[in-house]
């Protein structure tokens, strides 16, 4: 997968095997192109996922866990440009580290499950632009059974996902939403 820096990408998946193998290869090419990995899941999901990447080979070693609470606070009180200012920040440590920059991966049912819906979607479309010319990319990973199996709160939260992201996690590549869901 080529660079995915400034990316701000939507995976949606059903059950745990279609995410853990989504990631473990998402992961893994973020490995080969010596970028850090932040983490913001459900603490099982993460346990989970260590493992994965443990049984497959995958290297953990820029692989970390990293609130979403920071970001969330930057938003909430600078909007989209603290968000930008922080991300920088968190991405020039990375690379002081050695790494090329950072791949954050986060699960926002898990981490917005208080949270309003309207803060939701403005966290989100203010994120896509917050990653403009960042070394760092987002993919919120959403379950969809999760979706399917609730109420329409979270019907709505994903519906307003897909006017959010730029791209989708589909096959293992990056793809433009548009093209793949056939939204205009």
């Not at 497959?56 to 930057?74: A, R």
């Not at 920088?88 to 954050?104: D, F, K, M």
Request: net charge negative.
């Amino acid at each position: 997968m080529a660079n995915t820096f400034g990316v701000h990408a939507v995976f949606y998946y059903y059950e745990l095997e279609h995410l853990m193998v989504n990631l473990c290869h998402y992961i893994h090419n973020a490995a080969v192109n010596r970028e850090a990995v932040f983490l913001s899941l459900d603490p099982d999901l993460l346990k989970r996922l260590h493992y994965f990447l443990k049984v497959n080979g995958i290297p953990t070693e820029g692989v970390m866990s990293h609130s979403m609470n920071e970001l969330l606070e930057c938003l909430r009180r600078s909007g989209s440009k603290g968000v930008h200012e922080k991300i920088c920040n968190l991405a020039s440590s990375v690379t002081s580290a050695g790494y090329q920059g950072i791949r954050w991966i986060c699960q926002p049912f898990f981490f917005l499950e208080e949270t309003p819906r309207e803060e939701i979607y403005h966290f989100e479309k203010d994120l896509g632009e917050a990653l403009i010319g960042t070394n760092c990319s987002f993919l919120c990973a959403y379950d969809f059974g999760v979706v399917v199996n609730s109420d329409a709160r979270h019907i709505e939260i994903l519906q307003d996902s897909l006017l959010t992201h730029e791209m989708i996690l589909n096959k293992f590549t990056l793809q433009k939403c548009d093209e793949v869901l056939k939204v205009k």
